[in-house]
């Protein structure tokens, strides 16, 4: 389960209903999510906040702007940039941040990946893959890609090592297409939305057992009944006691190292302890700044600095990325 853009009041009370009323996976640990997190308008005290319950916190950019154009460099800088925020005023650990998602899911082909590999993220969720007879498992770019190019520019390189975790699409209930759940066309019920998204959870629990991925923004959730029918998806697929509501990173853990069912309870990176990361914010502090011709109200636990941290300019005076010198590129 995934969820992109900033992390705010707006979404504040939907994360509650989803992870804090008591839903566990198989081994009694609670289920968790990644959140693929851009800056502007982002309150890095509830970003702690999940982080410190276990969720995982990937890189969405700074600005959220289409990359398709971008230079290595301004890839580093928005992508990187962005892993250092999340450090500095949500208390992630930079090891932590292993993964991105382009905006607009608007890949910036060979000088994306490259950034990947040589910032030393581990993977990318960014690609649509539309064939899924059966569904797609993550892939490495150790090799060419296997599926259509939906929105170039794609690899075309080898970057060993760099895993993409695909979207694979879905078919909404009237055989349309969609890479995110809330881009297809929506039932106007709850029982209509939990059966559309069933029915594209049974094509992957069915045939290869392909991660399935529930890929969404916040604000599709402001429809009661889009809210309803997928808290009724959850609680059917929760109560399975061969499946596991996970992060992108966990799931990527054991596609590498695939656990039986046996003993998957003892899989260590299913586990919940996560007594190394910070405690939750409580009594965060509001830096005003200014930005844009306006104020932004940035909340942390953090030390505030002293400009809005943006692309080139995070504000972090140990920034590696901001400091970086011009690339040559071979």
């Known amino acids: 389960m995934t969820f992109d853009d900033s992390v705010n009041d707006l979404n504040k009370q939907l994360y509650i209903d989803l992870f804090e009323k008591g839903r566990v996976n198989p081994n009694g640990c609670p289920i968790t999510a990644t959140f693929y997190v851009s800056h502007e308008w982002t309150d890095y005290s509830q970003v702690q906040n999940l982080y410190a319950d276990g969720h995982e916190m990937a890189s969405h950019t700074i600005s959220h702007s289409f990359g398709e154009q971008f230079s290595q460099k301004k890839w580093t800088r928005e992508v990187a940039g962005q892993r250092e925020i999340l450090a500095a005023y949500g208390g992630v650990k930079l090891s932590d941040v292993r993964g991105m998602r382009a905006p607009f899911l608007s890949v910036g082909g060979n000088k994306m990946y490259k950034m990947l590999y040589d910032s030393n993220f581990t993977y990318d969720s960014s690609l649509p893959v539309y064939e899924n007879r059966p569904p797609s498992w993550p892939y490495t770019f150790d ?17 060993p090592g760099i895993w993409q975790v695909p979207m694979v699409m879905w078919q909404d209930l009237n055989g349309g297409r969609c890479s995110m759940g809330d881009a297809c066309s929506n039932p106007g019920d709850a029982d209509g939305v ?31 009944h889009h809210k309803e029918g997928f808290i009724k998806f959850l609680d059917a697929i929760n109560a399975m006691p061969d499946v596991w509501i996970v992060t992108n990173w966990q799931a990527l853990q054991w596609v590498r190292d695939p656990t039986p069912i046996s ?42 600095p002293d400009i809005y941290p943006w692309t080139g300019k995070t504000g972090i005076r140990s920034s590696r990325i901001d400091n970086d010198i011009e690339e040559t590129t071979t």
């Not at 290869?208 to 959730?221: E, K, S």
Request: aromatic share 18%.
């Open 194 to 224: 939990m059966k559309m998204i069933m029915k594209n959870f049974e094509r992957h629990y069915t045939t290869n057992r392909a991660p399935f991925g529930l890929f969404y923004h916040a604000a599709w959730f402001t429809q009661p």
């Open 143 to 159: 090799y060419k890609i296997f599926h259509d190019c939906m929105i170039p520019p794609c690899p075309t390189r080898s970057y």
């Open 263 to 304: 003993r998957i309870n003892s899989f260590q990176p299913f586990y919940c302890d996560y007594s190394d990361r910070p405690k939750r914010c409580n009594n965060p502090k509001v830096c005003n700044l200014w930005h844009k011709s306006g104020v932004r109200y940035m909340k942390t636990c953090q030390p505030c």
